[in-house]
């Protein structure tokens, strides 16, 4: 495998954690407005977020994009590297690195869905999304 490819996909993996971090941030903020009721701090935050949200669609499909030159074995081993899965043994030191940021990207993931099951269960109850 190309290590010029997979370095290229651990750049817009680590632009996709920056926004990631940032989404989580935001995500607690909007946690902390709403036990204050503050409305308007909230809407804004949420579009912010949004933001934060779109951008990551762009570095996913950057990285869909430069998966499709790899063979399809290459792109299943890349694919589940990003996923934080250690299925494939790693050929290089970038592929160490990309399995590295697959699982801080799922790490941060994860919380920033607990923190919006908390938020969205506490304002929707039984109607929240995640009932």
């Known amino acids: 495998m190309e290590d010029s490819v997979l370095l290229e ?4 993996m680590q632009k996709k954690y920056q926004c ?8 607690r903020e909007v946690g902390d407005f709403l036990s204050r009721n503050d409305q308007t701090s ?3 935050l949420l579009g912010m977020r949004q933001d934060e949200m779109d951008k ?26 990003m996923k934080g899965q250690e299925n494939w043994i790693p050929d290089s030191q970038i592929s160490e690195k990309v399995i590295e ?20 269960t506490r304002i929707a109850g039984t109607h929240s999304f995640y009932k």
């Not at 996909?9 to 817009?12: A, P």
């Not at 990631?20 to 995500?27: D, L, S, W």
């Open 9 to 12: 996909i651990l750049k817009e």
């Open 20 to 27: 990631m971090a940032e989404i989580e941030r935001i995500t």
């Open 42 to 44: 909230v809407q804004m």
């Open 56 to 81: 990551v669609d762009v570095f996913n499909r950057n990285i869909k994009c430069l998966i499709s030159v790899l063979s399809p074995e290459e792109a299943v081993k890349v694919d589940d590297w």
């Open 101 to 120: 940021k697959g699982k801080n990207i799922q790490q941060i993931l994860k919380r920033t869905i607990e923190i919006d099951r908390f938020i969205s």
